[in-house]
Nanobody, 122 residues
Framework: QVQLVESGGGLVQAGGSLRLACAASGLTFSSYQVSWFRQAPGKEREFVAAIRWSRSTDYADSVKGRFTISRDSARKTVYLQMDSLKPEDTAGYFC????????????????WGQGTQVTVSS
């Protein structure tokens, strides 16, 4: 059974940092593309960042230069380092996995975690 568990969310002041983690089990993690999405109340789920099995990465324009995605295949974990946080980064953050897809359409992903809340105060 595939499980994804996110952690690392919390409350932080604007300009601060958080590191989110997404731990996977029940699959051959190194073969999967992994992405982070976020969803604020009343808004659609939006793409944040992706890392492929090749370790190539993509970022949404809104987080480019502030967020860094990385993966540790030995630990089956993907990290999202978030620096220079802004109040508009406040959202639930979710990791998603797919064997082949690493784009910005949430519907294309096979597996999702339950999410971790990030709140940035001004």
């Amino acid at each position: 059974q595939v499980q994804l568990v996110e952690s690392g969310g919390g409350l932080v002041q604007a300009g601060g940092s958080l590191r989110l983690a997404c731990a996977a089990s029940g699959l051959t993690f190194s073969s999967y593309q992994v992405s982070w999405f976020r969803q604020a109340p009343g808004k659609e789920r939006e793409f944040v960042a992706a890392i492929r099995w090749s370790r190539s990465t993509d970022y949404a324009d809104s987080v480019k230069g502030r967020f860094t995605i990385s993966r540790d295949s030995a630990r089956k974990t993907v990290y999202l380092q978030m620096d220079s946080l802004k109040p508009e980064d406040t959202a639930g953050y979710f990791c998603a996995l797919d064997r082949y897809y690493s784009g910005n359409s949430p519907r294309q992903y096979d597996y999702w975690g339950q999410g971790t809340q990030v709140t940035v105060s001004s």
